[in-house]
């Protein structure tokens, strides 16, 4: 167990739909990344936060994609109008405070478009 | 553009063997370089980094790497394997100055046999 937990674990979903996952970082680390996760791919970068801003967004982040992080807790990413290309494993990682040290992943949420 | 290559999608391995998993990187700057172990239905646990210093980085598990400046290359290995290695390997690099993500390879495969 990292300390990351993620919600859901898997999400089916028909095309069209908006779905909601989450992400419960560990409580000292003010850093908090998405990623996203294809069969037979490494994870790629989704979007980072630092507390409750957000720092950077992939080119990968549409705009059906949304991310927030309200008082810097648990973070929140929403896809709209879901398409089966979005099908994935969706990965929060929360690293320590140095720029040094490695992230910590959850579990993951794998989303199912169908 | 930053890019990380596993040029083998799968390595296999008697127990008792050593094991070594390839990686390469293209970076335009100095790179600080993870390898990370992810396990059928649970997350990415970080094995070892090269951040500075000493080329030769141990781990988790008895992994070790070796950060190799003029063939840009961070092999894991391994002296003797054990079937409970078997899962699969991801490389990853972040480049400080390009950003805080982490830019992962595709992975590999590692299958120990008895």
């Known amino acids: 167990d990292t300390g990351v937990s993620q919600d859901p674990r898997h999400k089916i979903t028909k095309r069209g739909q908006n779905v909601t996952f989450r992400c419960d970082p560990i409580?000292?680390?003010?850093?908090l990344y998405w990623y996203r996760q294809t069969l037979g791919q490494g994870p790629e970068f989704l979007t980072y936060?630092?507390?409750?801003?957000?720092?950077?967004k992939s080119r990968l982040l549409s705009d059906r994609f949304s991310a927030e992080r309200p008082k810097g807790s648990f973070s929140t990413l929403e896809i709209q109008r879901t398409e089966q290309g979005d099908s994935a494993m969706y990965l929060c990682?929360?690293?320590?405070?140095?720029?040094?040290?490695?992230?910590?992943f959850g579990q993951g949420t794998r989303l199912t478009v169908v | 553009a930053q890019s990380v290559a596993q040029p083998e999608d799968q390595v296999n391995v008697a127990e008792g063997n050593p094991l070594t998993v390839k990686c390469t990187y293209s970076?335009?700057?100095?790179?600080?370089l993870f390898w990370y172990v992810q396990y059928p239905n649970r997350g990415l646990q970080f094995l070892l980094k090269?951040?500075?210093?000493?080329?030769l980085v141990k781990g988790s598990y008895g992994f070790e790497a070796e950060f190799n400046k003029s063939q840009t290359s961070f092999h894991l290995k391994k002296p003797s394997a054990l079937v409970s290695d078997s899962a699969l390997y991801f490389c990853?690099?972040?480049?400080?100055?390009?950003?805080?993500?982490?830019?992962f390879g595709k992975g590999t495969t590692l299958s120990v046999s008895s």
């Open positions: 990682a929360s690293p320590g405070q140095s720029v040094n040290t490695e992230a910590f």
């Open positions: 990853a690099v972040r480049v400080p100055q390009e950003g805080t993500a982490l830019i």
């Open positions: 409580s000292e680390h003010n850093r």
């Open positions: 936060f630092q507390n409750e801003a957000q720092l950077e």
């Open positions: 090269y951040i500075t210093g000493d080329n």
């Open positions: 970076v335009s700057g100095n790179p600080y």
